[in-house]
């Protein structure tokens, strides 16, 4: 789930640049970006009803296909009864309504924060960008959403801008996260049924996640039944955690370029892509998962992209930024987790 690989324009650099103010969407804009945000928010609240589901109301009952065209139907019949299967049932039961609508408020609270950061500190130092632009995927994507990006669509004026801009997205993302998490341990329950989003798929918790819960009062996180808010926590640090790997155009990789320069930005970016290499073969070893996999292809992508410098690529951050950089390494440490996933 890539959320903020945005593209940012090599303008030729020169002293002549002044930030000016930025335009203001028009009409036309709000409506597309609209739909896509109704879109999306359709299908990550089917997501969401469809963690909170017994696995008996996912799971199609089919014969073995026997002839040619059997097989050549055979996903798209399983495909049209999963998703008739699990609507019927939660309009049956709409308490799993309300559990989708739930993660779906939280977890596009999540994405909308992160986004929104970005999108106004862009408009603090007059560059242009996108309204958000949220990217729903159809079911069976197990979050419903490969997340949201903005594109930017003018230089960087400074290395201050380019880091205030890369942190305010996962520091805003954040901010909202807290709340979710502390959500999502208060009410949880102990888990005494199989449900669609455990059993076979075992989602490991994130740092942050296992820092809180002794003293909310979650004694094992292990068996707590799914949860809308834990979800959607969970998913909201994974995407943090993405954006803050210090590779490339995201968002870690603008502060680590704002912090360090050009040339240690390449140099992390290497060491970060080479650390999960490292441990992708693991991730399937111990895990059973492709999750890390992931990752290096993502990683590998975001190096293959080459860095604008910013216009003024000298000016100094401060202490206050230096500061501000410390924070979002903490965020990082805290949301990161190298095999989300385990597949038994």
């Known amino acids: 789930m890539s959320e903020s690989v945005r593209d940012i324009p090599a303008f030729a650099s020169g002293a002549a640049h002044v930030a000016r103010g930025a335009a203001r969407p028009g009409a036309r804009e709000w409506a597309r970006h609209a739909f896509l945000f109704a879109a999306t928010a359709l299908t990550v609240a089917w997501a969401g009803m469809t963690l909170a589901l017994p696995a008996d109301a996912v799971e199609p009952s089919l014969a073995s296909p026997s002839a ?5 139907l055979f996903i798209p019949k399983y495909y049209a009864l999963m998703l008739a299967g699990a609507a019927s049932y939660a309009l049956a039961h709409p308490h799993y309504l309300a559990e989708g609508l739930k993660f779906a408020g939280a977890f ?3 994405l909308l924060a992160h986004e929104s950061g970005h999108y106004v500190a862009c408009r603090r130092y ?4 996108t309204l958000p632009f949220f990217v729903p995927v159809p079911p069976p994507f197990i979050a419903g959403t490969l997340g949201a990006f903005i594109k ?3 230089p960087i004026p400074s290395r201050r801008a380019l880091f205030d801009i890369g942190v305010a997205g996962p520091l805003a993302g954040f901010a909202v996260i807290l709340p979710v998490v502390v959500i999502g341990l208060l ?6 049924t199989a449900h669609a989003g455990g059993g076979f798929i075992i989602f490991n918790d994130p740092p942050l996640l296992r820092m809180l819960a002794a003293p909310l009062g979650v004694g094992d996180l292990g068996v707590i039944a799914p949860n809308p808010f834990y979800f959607a926590a969970w998913f909201g640090l994974l995407v943090t955690s993405l954006n803050l790997m210090p590779v490339g155009q995201l968002d870690g990789g603008h502060a680590v370029y704002a912090l360090l320069g050009r040339r240690a930005h390449r140099h992390v970016g290497r060491m970060a892509f080479l650390s999960m290499l490292v441990l ?7 895990h ?15 190096l293959r992209l080459p860095h604008p410098a910013p216009l003024d690529d000298h000016d100094a951050l401060g202490r ?10 903490i965020v990082f440490a805290l949301s990161f987790l190298p095999f989300p996933l385990t597949i038994t």
């Open 68 to 72: 040619p065209l059997e097989y050549l």
């Open 108 to 110: 596009l609270s999540i």
């Open 126 to 129: 007059g560059v242009e960008a």
């Open 152 to 154: 930017i669509k003018s």
């Open 187 to 192: 009410t949880a329950a102990p888990d005494t």
């Open 280 to 286: 992708a073969p693991l991730g399937w070893l111990w």
């Open 288 to 302: 059973g998962a492709p999750t890390s996999v992931l990752y290096v292809v993502l990683l590998f992508v975001m």
């Open 320 to 329: 206050t930024r230096a500061l501000v950089g410390i924070l979002t390494l």
